[in-house]
């Protein structure tokens, strides 16, 4: 079973700050994404960046990016510039192809930006 | 717009009472699932569809049931809803590729009492 973990269930960021999220995965599977989804307070799922197990270069997207050690299943989310905007629950995703595309979601990570 | 269209946003029910939470997608996809979220547990996968007619629980499946009559559409039903079943509910649909992610709906508050 593919179980997904972050290990920080709370966190605080200054405005205009870089702040990093941590995620671990354990799985067999060799064929897998993985995301960082945002839920603000309107609790709409927001997909923030999505890498690709096979990829080796970390994606990034705008002030946000990522830290994909695959061998170390790894995957934490660094937010740069911190925004008031930001303050969200932020969920670690992973997708295992080919099978309904079955995500497993870590717990989350309340991120507060203070200003 | 592309987008999974969920309905209703709230809802309370009492115990017993059979309920049903629409979900429907304009993506053409595949791929339609539900997912219950609670405090401290995530996100967790009821049911998911591959395609049409074909169907197959995830991790908490009991006490639901789902449909696939047509591929835009993937209604969940609580035939006799208990308390324990009070959650936030998402919908979500995606490609058989799936690299883009799930696209998932605006979510419905349960509230069974």
């Known amino acids: 079973a593919q179980t997904v973990t972050q290990s920080q269930p709370e966190m605080s960021v200054q405005e205009a700050e870089t702040v990093t999220l941590s995620c671990t995965y354990d799985?067999?599977?060799?064929?897998?994404?993985l995301f960082w989804y945002k839920q603000p307070p309107s609790r709409q799922m927001i997909l923030v960046i999505r890498q690709e197990a096979y990829k080796q270069q970390n994606a990034t997207e705008n002030r946000f990016s990522v830290n994909f050690q695959k061998a170390a299943k790894s995957f934490s989310l660094k937010i740069s510039d911190s925004q008031l905007g930001d303050t969200a629950m932020y969920f670690c995703a992973f997708m295992k192809r080919n099978t309904g595309n079955q995500f497993y979601f870590g717990t989350g990570t309340s991120l507060t930006v203070i200003p | 717009e592309a987008q999974v269209t969920q309905n209703p946003r709230y809802l309370i029910t009492v115990t017993g009472k059979k309920l049903t939470v629409t979900c429907s997608q304009n993506?053409?996809?595949?791929?339609m699932s539900w997912y219950r979220q609670d405090p401290g547990l995530g996100l967790r996968q009821i049911y998911y569809?591959?395609?049409?007619?074909?169907?197959d629980k995830g991790d908490v499946p009991e006490g639901y049931k789902v449909s696939r009559k047509e591929k835009r559409n993937f209604p969940l039903i609580l035939e006799s809803p208990s308390p324990n079943q009070t959650s936030l509910y998402f919908c979500a649909s995606s490609s058989p590729q799936g690299a883009g992610g799930y696209t998932f709906g605006s979510g419905t508050r349960l509230t069974v009492v």
């Open positions: 993506m053409n996809h595949e791929y």
């Open positions: 799985t067999s599977e060799n064929n897998y994404y």
């Open positions: 569809s591959m395609n049409v007619e074909v169907t």
